[in-house]
C-alpha cells in the first residue's frame, strides 16, 4: 500500500487547509486512515482517523471541533478539513493506514506517506 499525502502549505491564523491522502497498491478489509502530526522537537500526535467501512470518526482533543476526516470511497483517498488553524497546528503532517485496533496509537498502522507540510503563519 502506498499512500500520497498532499494539500500542506502556508496559511494564516483563522484559515483553513484540507489534506488529502491517496491510497494505492493492495487495498483491504475494514482498515483504519489516520493523520498524525509532528512540530520541530515533538512527538508525532494523533489527529484524526476515520474507519474506512463504517466511517467512524477519531480526533485527538487539541484538533476537536476545528479539524474533520472524511473519505472518498470511489477514489480510495481521505481527507482532513481544518479550519480555524492556529499557529500550533505548524506540523508535518503524515497520512497512515492499518488494520488498526487502537486509533490513537501510532505503532498499529503499517503505512505511513511522505509527510505534508503546514505552516501557520500569524
Known amino acids: 500500500v502506498q499512500l500520497q499525502a498532499s494539500g500542506g502549505g502556508l496559511v494564516q491564523a483563522g484559515g483553513s487547509l484540507r489534506l488529502s491522502c491517496a491510497a494505492s497498491?493492495?487495498?483491504?478489509?475494514?482498515?483504519?486512515m489516520g493523520w498524525f502530526r509532528q512540530a520541530p522537537g515533538k512527538e508525532r500526535e494523533f489527529v484524526a482517523a476515520i474507519r474506512w467501512y463504517v466511517g467512524s470518526t477519531y480526533y485527538g482533543d487539541s484538533v476537536k471541533g476545528r479539524f474533520t476526516i472524511s473519505r472518498d470511497n470511489a477514489k480510495n483517498t481521505a481527507y482532513l478539513q481544518m479550519n480555524s488553524l492556529k499557529l500550533e497546528d505548524t506540523a508535518v503532517y503524515y497520512c497512515?493506514?492499518?488494520?488498526?485496533?487502537?486509533?490513537?496509537?501510532?505503532?498499529?498502522?503499517?503505512?505511513w506517506g511522505q509527510g505534508t507540510l503546514v505552516t501557520v503563519s500569524s
Open positions: 497498491g493492495r487495498t483491504f478489509g475494514n482498515h483504519v
Open positions: 497512515a493506514a492499518g488494520q488498526v485496533s487502537y486509533v490513537y496509537i501510532r505503532g498499529q498502522y503499517d503505512y
